[in-house]
């Protein structure tokens, strides 16, 4: 069972390769404007893992990437304490795969070449295997020397500071991870419908099909919460926050049996 799973999670990262392979190939129209999509994350909370894995490479489906501009900025509820040093909300593992996945962006700035990376260490999260992150590199026939020269020589920890002084400049600022923003609006706890105003803010003249089938205003009628990591969980919603997560726990396990 255990190398099957493992082969699944291999044969993924290669059809998410695949996804972005015919992805490149799209034209962009040449009055289009492409609309920005910014995901502040950090590398071991379970939601920003879900979304990253299970819904970002939607993106990838038939034409949408070619009207999205897509940023990933893993930092999230990360805090810094003096002399550039900073603590992880999830522990030292956290802060390793959040400088990890920074210095993946920086070694290979084009989306298509760092996203199947981070997408395969955030779905290891998902299997509880963070710690294996290094067996992306062979999974994906990437070389580690850019990423490892980028940890050791320190280039790391000068990015994961750079990524929190964005974070901290969010306005409004963020209060939890995954926190979504398009064209600069967060989407709040409705992250997960993300492409509904993708699809809303795009601006040019030839509207991808991936939104055609879209009816825009169930955007702010239909709203749907979403779990997320808190920055600060307020007191006052801490229960009913336990009870929601219990019930997404449960609803998951039910509909997988």
């Known amino acids: 069972m255990a190398a099957y799973r493992r082969w699944v999670s291999v044969l993924c990262c290669l059809s998410l390769l695949g996804s972005f392979a015919s992805a490149s190939t799209i034209s962009l129209p040449s009055d289009s404007r492409k609309v920005s999509l910014t995901l ?8 920003s893992a879900n979304f990253i894995v299970n819904y970002l490479p939607k993106l990838f489906n038939e034409d949408l990437i070619s009207i999205v501009d897509l940023r990933l900025v893993p930092w999230g509820n990360a805090k810094l304490k003096g002399n550039d040093t900073f603590d992880c909300q ?3 593992t956290e802060c390793l795969l959040n400088t990890v996945e920074a210095c993946a962006i920086d ?5 298509n070449d760092h996203f199947p990376f981070i997408y395969c260490v955030e779905n290891l999260e998902l299997e509880r295997k963070p ?10 026939g990437l070389e580690s020397k850019p990423v490892n020269d980028c940890y050791n020589s320190g280039r790391g920890q ?17 209060t939890y991870v995954p926190w979504v923003v398009v064209d ?12 509904s105003y993708v699809c809303k803010a795009y601006k040019g003249a030839n509207m991808p099909k991936a939104c055609s089938g879209l009816t825009f205003n169930q955007i702010y009628n239909r709203k749907t919460i979403h779990p997320v990591c808190y920055k600060e969980i307020p007191p006052s919603t801490l229960s009913s926050r336990t009870i929601s997560t219990v019930m997404s726990w449960i609803q998951k396990i039910v509909t997988s049996m």
């Open 90 to 92: 999830h522990g030292p």
């Open 40 to 47: 502040y994350y950090e590398s071991l909370c379970p939601y």
């Open 107 to 111: 070694a290979w700035p084009k989306l």
């Open 131 to 140: 710690l294996e992150w290094e067996s992306c590199f062979k999974k994906l």
């Open 184 to 195: 600069g609006q967060p989407l709040y706890e409705d992250y997960e419908n993300y492409i």
């Open 158 to 174: 000068k990015l994961d500071l750079q990524y929190a002084a964005e974070t901290s400049a969010l306005e409004p600022p963020h």
